[in-house]
Structures are given as C-alpha cells and as structure tokens.
C-alpha cells in the first residue's frame, strides 16, 4: 500500500505565501513523476506544477513565477512553495505521484494521489 500524505494548507491573505509539502510512505520503488494538482469549487482538477526524477519541472501559467515546485526521490517528497498569493489560487490542492512498481512480468506505472489539502486565499 502506497500513501501520500498533505500537510501546509490554510488561511492566508493576498500576497501571503505558504509551503505544502507531501510524503509518500509505503511501498514505493521508483518515482517518475511527482505533481501538485488543485480543485476550486464547480472547476475541473487542473495541474499547478510538476517535477520530473530528473529534475525537469513544468508550472501552469497562472501560477508560473509565483509557485515553486520541488523534490526529493529518495525521501519520495515533494513541496510546493507558494508566493505572492491570489484570492483565485483557492483550492483543495492534491498530491500526485507517478510510480513504477516492479509487480507482475514487467512492472507498471502507477498514479497515486493524496487526500487534498485545503488553501484559502482572502482578498
């Protein structure tokens, strides 16, 4: 069994900044891909930023300049730094990891999410 675990949602005020960070505990082999996704109220999960094992990242661009992502595979974290922040970044922000487990013939690719975290941003 693989979890995700969220922590550094809140209250904060325009402008403010906040730190999320995510661990995954259990079972985990290789991590390909580690990713902050957000939900506000009656919108679609969108992707904030993501991070690749080899370091690459990529940032929507609403968030590009403001939010920084980053991740460390050995300890399977991964954090979102959050600056300069809008009444529009507010959100359930999830936890994503793409994982390649070594079960069956070949192995697979598996996505394992967190429970959410909840960001408030007030105007």
């Known amino acids: 069994q693989v979890q995700l675990v969220e922590s550094g949602g809140g209250l904060v005020k325009a402008g403010g900044s906040l730190r999320l960070t995510c661990t995954g505990a259990?079972?985990?082999?290789?991590?390909?891909?580690m990713a902050w996704y957000r939900q506000a109220p009656g919108k679609q999960r969108e992707l904030v930023g993501s991070i690749t094992k080899a370091g690459s990242t990529n940032y929507a661009a609403s968030v590009n300049g403001r939010f920084t992502i980053a991740g460390d595979i050995t300890k399977n974290t991964v954090t979102l730094q959050m600056n300069n922040l809008r009444p529009q970044d507010t959100g359930v922000y999830f936890c994503h990891m793409s994982v390649f487990q070594p079960w069956g013939i070949e192995g697979a690719d598996y996505d394992y999410w967190g429970q959410g975290t909840q960001v408030t941003v007030s105007s």
């Open positions: 259990g079972s985990i082999f290789s991590v390909n891909t």
